[in-house]
């Protein structure tokens, strides 16, 4: 019986000590589910980390290979631009001159090779001047570049600029020059006219059908170089600009080569090269270069109006009216199409010399002061201006996209 009562006894206490090893155990875990882990929120400084030796892969990411096609409809054009600008910023911050040198010069260096987009506006913005950061938050002034004076690296973006854009203008001009002329000049959009030619002259080079190039064909082109600008992020201001230079090259290449064919001054020739113009004023009303669009337009002027005095009546009582109504076109330029106008069929007077000249005396009366040109410049470029536009995009918040491969780079 008493062996009986110790071995209970035992039995008894074992389980005990077992119970509060339980309790304990479960106090413990129950403990450790009522505590949590919190993480500090993360302040970036809005700077991509890189290695020296990452240099030039970095560069040829952003620079020379951005894929800019996948940018359009989910990511700023520019975005390029500010990932480089986030790095410069790292060198700056690390005050490594040496690094920031070559950085500055490779990425000179690959902007020249592709004619491609360039970081002044964030080298303006970032520098700490007052006129480029007035607009800027807190946050963004405290991101302006600390140790490194980059404003000689502006005035090497703005040449390139000036490069590019002359570039741009003589790639344009050498693709229209060989249309230009076949698609408004030459070509007989209305086909009741077609063969409304003067007598004699049927047959000749001016009216040949071979031409292949018509207004649809200047048309498709502007609008894949319209397409390109938007989607390289050209600023406005200059997409306008370029624009304005291709409405001119456009005028004065027709207007030179109707001064230069006889063959061509007629009355329904008038009528076809102002139906050509108007599809050419279609898309720049549509372009969305609105409102300045109506100073692109007027660029066409020049032609516009040359085919609308082909058009118009020639007696003396008109020569008040042809002296006002032409004033984009020179004294010469009047002269010189009247000179060649030839009546469209046997039932049309020709304009007799005494009516010219009177129109060129009325013309130097009334234009005293205007230089005696004839033939337009065709090379004329419109001077270009960089202007400066402000980012409210904040550095520190930039993701990179998986479409440009920085594997290599840490934000920081």
């Given at each position: ?87 410069i910023r ?66 090497v973006f ?134 300045p669009s ?119």
């Amino acid at each position: 019986m008493d062996e009986d009562n110790r071995k209970l006894k035992k039995a008894v206490a074992q389980l005990a000590q077992r119970s509060q090893l339980q309790a304990d155990s479960t106090a413990q875990i129950s403990g450790d589910s009522l505590a949590e882990v919190r993480y500090k929120e993360r302040s970036w400084l809005g700077m991509l980390e890189f290695d020296r030796a990452d240099l030039q892969s970095l560069v040829a990411e952003l620079v020379l290979n951005p894929r800019v096609e996948q940018f359009n409809d989910f990511l700023p054009s520019t975005l390029p631009a500010f990932l480089l600008f986030m790095c410069i910023r790292y060198t700056d911050y690390r005050n490594d001159e040496s690094l920031v040198k070559s950085l500055m010069a490779s990425a000179t260096k690959a902007i020249k090779r592709v004619v491609k987009g360039f970081i002044t506006n964030c080298l303006r913005q970032y520098s700490g001047e007052k006129q480029y950061s007035d607009q800027n938050t807190h946050k963004q002034n405290e991101q302006c570049l600390m140790n490194f004076d980059l404003s000689d690296y502006i005035n090497v973006f703005h040449d390139i600029a000036f490069w590019v854009y002359e570039s741009i203008l003589q790639f344009i001009r050498n693709e229209l020059s060989t249309v230009v002329v076949p698609a408004i000049v030459d070509n007989e959009g209305i086909p009741s006219i077609s063969d409304s030619r003067p007598s004699g002259m049927r047959g000749r080079g001016a009216s040949q059908p071979a031409k292949k190039s018509s207004p649809d064909t200047v048309v498709r082109l502007m609008t894949g170089y319209l397409r390109t600008l938007n989607a390289r992020g050209v600023p406005e201001d200059v997409a306008r600009l370029i624009f304005r230079s291709m409405s001119y090259y456009i005028s004065a290449t027709s207007l030179n080569n109707l001064l230069l064919r006889k063959e061509l001054c007629h009355w329904s020739r008038g009528m076809q090269i102002r139906y050509n113009l108007s599809h050419v004023e279609e898309f720049l009303r549509e372009s969305r270069l609105s409102p300045p669009s109506s100073q692109t337009q007027e660029l066409l002027e020049p032609i516009i109006q040359a085919s609308q005095l082909l058009q118009a009546r020639k007696t003396d009582s008109d020569i008040n009216d042809i002296c006002l109504m032409y004033n984009k076109l020179t004294t010469q330029q009047i002269v010189k199409i009247l000179s060649s106008y030839t009546p469209q069929n046997e039932y049309e007077e020709k304009i007799p010399q005494s009516f010219i000249q009177k129109v060129q005396d009325h013309l130097k009366k009334h234009r005293s002061k205007e230089e005696p040109t004839i033939m337009m410049n065709v090379d004329y470029v419109f001077p270009l201006s960089i202007p400066f536009v402000h980012s409210p995009l904040k550095l520190e918040e930039i993701l990179i996209p998986e479409c440009i491969n920085l594997t290599f780079v840490k934000k920081i």
